[in-house]
C-alpha cells in the first residue's frame, strides 16, 4: 500500500516580542514580520531608533524554527514553504489573530503592517485575508505573492500609504525582478498612496527608512 498523508488539529504555543509601552502617548502601533532567517527578538531592534513614548512595536515570531548552516550554532525561523503552503497560511494567520486580541490592537487607527523579505507575503495575505484596514502598509526587500490581485485590496482606504523598499544592489533582486514587482504594487496599490522606495545597499533592514516613515 502507498503511504498516507493525515490531518490533525491541536493547540499550539509561540512566542512574540515587543517594544516599547503600549499606553496612552503612542500613536503608532507597528505590527512587523521578520524575514527567513531571523527571531523576532533580534529582529525588532531594527526600530529601537522610534521615538519609544509614540511607537509600539510588535513582532511575532514565526513557527518554524531550524539551526542555521554551516556551524549549526545560530536559530532562525521561516513562515512558509512551498510545502502544504495553504494549511501553513491558515496556521499564521491564526497565530496573527491571537496576538492581536491579545494586544488589543484591533481597530488601531495608526497601524503599521511592515514585513522584511519573506515576511512580505505572510502580510500582505494577512491583510487580504482579515481585510485588515492600516494607516501604512511597509513591503521591504520581498516579492508580492503571485496570486494576489487587486480586487483583494479594493476595501482600502484611498489615504492608507503603501511603501515598496528595495535596496539598488539586493542580489534577490535583479533589473527584471524589480520591474516586475513594482508593476505588481502599482497594480495593487495604484489606488492609495502608494512610494517606490530604493536605497543604495544590499539585501538589508534599512533603519534610516524605517525612521522616516513616521514623524
Request: contains cysteine; negative net charge.
Given at each position: ?29 507597528w505590527f512587523v514580520c521578520h524575514g ?180
Amino acid at each position: 500500500m502507498n503511504p498516507e498523508d493525515k490531518q490533525i488539529s491541536y493547540k499550539i504555543t509561540n512566542t512574540y516580542s515587543t517594544l516599547n509601552k503600549l499606553t496612552d502617548t503612542i500613536e503608532h502601533v507597528w505590527f512587523v514580520c521578520h524575514g527567513m532567517g531571523y527571531l523576532s527578538r533580534y529582529f525588532i531592534n531594527y526600530f529601537n531608533d522610534l521615538n519609544k513614548e509614540m511607537n509600539y512595536v510588535i513582532a511575532p515570531q514565526a513557527q518554524s524554527k531550524y539551526y542555521i548552516t554551516p556551524k549549526l550554532k545560530h536559530v532562525g525561523a521561516s513562515w512558509l514553504t512551498k510545502e502544504n503552503t495553504i494549511q501553513e497560511t491558515e496556521n499564521v494567520m491564526e497565530y496573527f489573530d491571537s496576538i492581536f486580541e491579545n494586544e488589543s490592537i484591533n481597530g488601531f487607527k495608526n497601524l503599521i503592517i511592515l514585513g522584511y523579505s519573506q515576511g512580505v507575503s505572510v502580510v500582505l495575505r494577512y491583510i487580504k485575508t482579515r481585510q485588515l484596514q492600516c494607516s501604512q502598509i511597509v513591503l521591504m526587500s520581498g516579492g508580492i505573492p503571485k496570486e494576489l490581485t487587486v480586487s483583494d485590496f479594493s476595501f482600502l482606504k484611498p489615504d492608507t500609504i503603501v511603501s515598496f523598499i528595495y535596496g539598488d544592489n539586493d542580489a534577490y533582486l535583479n533589473e527584471d525582478r524589480i520591474l516586475q514587482e513594482k508593476n505588481r504594487a502599482f497594480a495593487l496599490f495604484g489606488h492609495v498612496n502608494l512610494n517606490i522606495i530604493p536605497f543604495e545597499g544590499i539585501h538589508e533592514v534599512n533603519k534610516n527608512i524605517i525612521n522616516q516613515l513616521v514623524n
